[in-house]
């Protein structure tokens, strides 16, 4: 299974962008997804989670900043990132699991990243 995540690039504060994870090669639908972020120097932390049950998580650091939406049936999912901040930049990486339930986000597929930069 690889997931690939696009949309990111550079962008000025209180900016926007939207990532995009897509799934492929998985014979099983993916029932949850989430992004995850690693700044230089920074342990990689959790932005948003969704599964296919309707239960979202967000960091509080980007609660009412950040949107997660998954389509599902498709293995795809987004996270739309508005009033962009510097401490937003990093390398965004989607993550995505066959079950709904994720314990500590052993999630079973990773991208490989898309890089964020924000510019103050």
């Known amino acids: 299974v690889q997931l690939q995540a696009s949309g990111g690039g550079l962008v000025q504060a209180g900016g926007s962008l939207r990532l995009s994870c897509k799934a492929s090669?998985?014979?099983?639908?993916?029932?949850?997804m989430a992004w995850y972020r690693q700044a230089p120097g920074k342990p990689r932390e959790l932005v948003a989670s969704?599964?296919?049950?309707?239960?979202?998580n967000y960091a509080d650091s980007v609660k009412g900043r950040f949107t997660i939406s998954g389509q599902f049936s498709a293995n795809t999912g987004y996270l739309q990132m508005n009033s962009l901040k510097p401490e937003d930049t990093g390398v965004y990486h989607c993550?995505?699991?066959?079950?709904?339930?994720?314990?500590?986000?052993?999630?079973?597929?990773w991208g490989q990243g898309t890089l964020v930069t924000v510019s103050s």
């Open positions: 993550a995505g699991n066959p079950g709904t339930i994720v314990r500590g986000g052993n999630y079973a597929y």
């Open positions: 969704i599964n296919s049950g309707g239960q979202i």
């Open positions: 090669g998985s014979p099983f639908t993916i029932a949850a």
